[in-house]
């Protein structure tokens, strides 16, 4: 992988580069296909995601303004950071030159760089905003509040996958060095995981229920995505398919955990299926890709040590000085008209508005 210019800090007789120094909006750079243009393309599609992910957390309660701030700083200070760090030539992918820990933190599809980091900001979003009004009873148990069409998540996971299978191939060509042939094999595992993950949800919930829980499938389908997507350039298929399972498992129990336990009232289960897929997704890859490279374990756990020691407390910081500033909760009356009228003034579904007055005019 290329090193790109950068600031760094000399600390042991050591080198680390903590940012890059490039110019601000991609002045000096041209877009003509070269590998940093290329990158930097791929770079603005992975923090698009990352900043789509807490959205699912903070539904139906969220202001819209607010959601666009908390947007800005995840993608103005918080993913840059990170996303260096691992995949710019920064301090993480250097474990391996610096300290002989493999070959650096490996995320190939940004399991931890996109997922976990937007799992984090989706956590941060949860906590500060407080669960939806309605949804837990005096006696705290949650009330269910399903999704409006289980088709259309399905759908959503379907176009998904399709989206896994680019982005997944473009961030280890890129960042990781892999061959170009080696898309093929990353279109398998990124397949093969989702495919387990789906699988093993629909069994447990169906084992567990009595009948498979459309929408915890859904959050398994999505959760072995992103746990498959580290090692998506190194690991055998039979590798990615008991990533995919166990992620899959992870994810349903993990929604469960999170609702019942915690009281934190995340909507679309972004936490369980990001972070705590992506958790897993980076601790698979020190198993797959460090196969008789001495350290990579533990270059892996010092990713997750740095994304739940440092960037979930950052994350969390500026949320929390974001809602002082700017209250991030919609009032009452926002939560029982839907953001859809009281946010952008138009329904979403004008085809349920009951016209009361018409029944009500003697």
Excluded at 94 to 112: H, P
Excluded at 162 to 172: C, E, M, P, T, V
Excluded at 192 to 215: C, I, K
Aim: proline share 4%; charged share 10%; aromatic share 8%.
């Amino acid at each position: 992988m290329a090193r790109l210019p950068a600031r760094s800090l000399v600390i042991a007789g050591k080198s680390w580069d903590w940012i890059a120094a490039g110019p601000f909006f991609l002045r000096g750079l041209d877009p003509d296909g070269s590998p940093a243009s290329l990158a930097a393309l791929l770079q603005m599609i992975g923090v698009a995601v990352a900043a789509q992910i807490p959205l699912g957390a903070g539904a139906e309660r969220w202001k819209l303004g607010a959601s666009c701030a908390s947007t800005a700083l995840l993608a103005g200070i918080v993913y840059p950071l990170f996303g260096h760090w691992v995949w710019g030539g920064g301090w993480l992918s250097q474990l391996g030159v610096n300290y002989g820990l493999g070959s650096g933190l490996v995320d190939a599809g940004g399991s931890g760089a996109i997922h976990v980091l937007g799992g984090l900001a989706a956590l941060s979003i949860a906590w500060i905003l407080g669960p939806r009004r309605g949804k837990y009873a005096q006696d705290g148990l949650p009330a269910a509040i399903p999704a409006h069409s289980t088709v259309i998540v399905l759908l959503g996971c379907m176009l998904g996958w399709l989206g896994w299978l680019g982005i997944n191939s473009a961030g280890a060509i890129l960042f990781m060095g892999a061959a170009e042939g080696s898309a093929v094999l990353i279109a398998i595992n990124t397949t093969l995981s989702g495919a387990a993950g789906v699988l093993t949800a629909a069994l447990l919930t169906r084992a567990r229920f009595g009948r498979p829980d459309a929408s915890l499938c859904a959050n398994g389908w999505i959760g072995g995505l992103v746990a498959g997507s580290a090692s998506c350039a190194t690991a055998p298929p039979a590798g990615s398919l008991l990533i995919g399972a166990i992620a899959g498992a992870l994810v349903t129990y993990a929604v469960e955990w999170f609702e019942l336990r915690l009281a934190i009232d995340d909507p679309g289960g972004a936490i369980s299926v990001h972070a705590v897929g992506g958790i897993w997704g980076l601790l698979a890859a020190g198993l797959f890709a460090g196969r008789g490279v001495s350290g990579q374990w533990l270059a892996q756990v010092v990713g997750i040590a740095t994304l739940l020691g440092l960037m979930l407390p950052l994350l969390y910081c500026l949320n929390w000085l974001l809602d002082r500033i700017y209250p991030m909760r919609v009032a009452a009356e926002g939560e029982r008209q839907g953001l859809d009228l009281y946010e952008l003034g138009g329904g979403a579904y004008p085809e349920f508005i009951t016209h009361i007055d018409e029944f009500t005019q003697s």
